[in-house]
């Protein structure tokens, strides 16, 4: 099952629609009430995730569903980014940034500023990208950068004993809303194009 495309921007446009069809979605799977409000949650917090990351935005917003219970919220952004932008983050790079990040959506709100000023529009992605590396949970793919919960995840378990930070880290993720109710999170920029997804596995039954 999926929902219909709808087109959501930053000022609020078409966001409730996008939350009725959730509901739809919920229904249709045969959610109950617990589930159907976890799946609206995510789509909110999806939504609201975007809506504070980047400030200027028009995007297709549609929700996935199978019989065995898997779920799916997209929402396929494109930033405006113009050179008083790319000035912009040239500022609040990571390697210019004095400030840790707060919570899940700083550690992804600064992943994809720094995917934006990296990235050129048609140009291949390098190896050689580290500092993005280093803030846990991002992976170079062909022409894309990602960052995932699940990697995440992993980077700050397996780095939580060594690293103040890193224990710092696993109480933002004990906070997060998204963190505590979505399986994996993956959030990947290309050219200006940032796609996001929530996965959560619910009970078929309900």
Known sequence: MKTTKIMVNSNGFGMENALNEVESLSQGMGFDERSARRARLLAEETLSMVRAIVEDFSADFWAEGSPDGRFEIHLLAEAAMNYDKKQELIGTSSMQRNEASVGIMGKIKDFIEDSLYNMQDGASISAGDSHLMSMGGVAIVPDAYMWTLEKYRE????????????????????????ANIADNVQVSVVGNHIELVIHKKFNPAG
């Open 155 to 178: 980077d700050v378990e397996k780095n939580g004993d060594e690293d103040a930070d890193m224990d710092a880290a696993l109480d933002e993720l004990e906070k997060s809303i998204v």
